[in-house]
């Protein structure tokens, strides 16, 4: 009888304790897998003994065969248990690296607080969505088009110098207003509309207690079939008793190249009247730039000047606070 059985018994027993030792040494999952694939992977030495089973007597092959099952199934039981303990050992060493000493002192983080610009902004906005208005953006640099002239500013009309702004070497400019929202708006949908817009604006304003050259906007506006100027008013008058409750207002007549009557809203601030939005029926010509049949449609807008806002409501005597960066003063509030 030939001595091949006895030399592969011999060699798959001499594999699975060799096995069994590199098994038991190796120290991490790396390691484990290329020990796993060594042995047991297709070309690995498993297979490798097996591949003389092909010379055996085919009585002899069914022994041989239960001894190779035998010897796999003890170096998967030796990997899984191996591969159990090293991920445990992981899982522990990444823990007391992790811990967190809860005796040791804690650093203090100042909690934040909203900027008062921001945070009217924020109440204005919950205000007119809570009156059914639809919160809309526009780009700050703006051709001449969508800035002026679908506004109903005619190219020498004296409106332009008080809107003298920051003009681009490509013909755009910085937007003088959050009006041109009111335009690209109104040129991409139908009425009826009741949009507010928010956003930052551009001037060339000689700064002072009540001026900035860079200063936030708010626009509201609607068009609808038969508005009127007792809608804008009211509309104001619920705007401003939201967030002031019982303050002083006053319209005096005014004019806009876009509205038509137009009116300055005025409240009382440090004992005196502070000029914070201008308002109007939209003037037909606006109405039909974007589309609109004045003889249909009616619609009405308003720009409220944000910072004018905060100083009412916070009490402040200076706009240029808002922007001093100044931790004593922010953390009034």
């Not at 004992?271 to 939005?277: K, M, N, R, S």
Request: charged share 20%; glycine share 6%; aromatic share 8%.
């Amino acid at each position: 009888m030939t001595t091949l059985p006895t030399e592969l018994e011999t060699q798959l027993q001499s594999l699975e304790q060799s096995a069994q030792a590199a098994i038991a040494e190796a120290a991490t999952l790396d390691e484990l897998e290329q020990l796993r694939v060594g042995y047991l992977g297709k070309k690995g030495q498993l297979s490798k003994v097996l591949g003389g089973m092909g010379r055996l007597p085919a009585a002899e092959r069914p022994h041989i065969g239960a001894l190779a099952n035998t010897t796999k199934t003890a170096l998967q039981t030796a990997l899984e248990e191996k591969k159990a303990t090293l991920q445990t050992a992981a899982i522990a060493a990444q823990l007391a690296d992790e811990a967190l000493d809860v005796t040791m002192p804690g650093v203090f983080v100042s909690q934040g607080r909203i900027h008062p610009i921001n945070s009217i902004i924020d109440q204005i906005v919950d205000i007119f969505v809570g009156l059914g208005y639809t919160v809309a953006q526009g780009p700050e640099v703006e051709t001449d088009y969508y800035n002026f002239e679908a506004l109903n500013f005619l190219p020498d009309h004296p409106a332009r110098d008080m809107q003298d702004t920051l003009y681009l070497t490509d013909g755009q400019l910085m937007r003088t207003h959050t009006s041109n929202v009111q335009i690209r708006y109104m040129k991409a949908h139908e009425p009826p509309m009741r949009v507010v817009a928010v956003g930052r604006c551009y001037r060339r304003d000689t700064v002072d207690a009540t001026h900035a050259a860079v200063f936030h906007q708010i626009e509201f506006f609607a068009v609808d079939k038969n508005l009127t100027f007792s809608d804008l008013k009211g509309t104001i008058k619920v705007f401003l008793e939201a967030l002031f409750g019982e303050i002083p207002v006053r319209f005096r007549p005014s004019f806009f190249p876009f509205t038509e009557p137009s009116a300055e809203v005025d409240v009382q601030w440090q004992g005196q009247w502070l000029e914070i939005l201008g308002c109007g029926m939209i003037d037909p010509n606006v109405l039909q730039a974007v589309g609109y049949d004045p003889e249909v449609y009616s619609g009405f807008a308003a720009g409220l000047g944000v910072e004018r806002l905060a100083m009412v409501q916070n009490k402040i005597d200076d706009i240029r606070r808002l922007y001093s960066s100044d931790l004593r003063f922010l953390r009034q509030f």
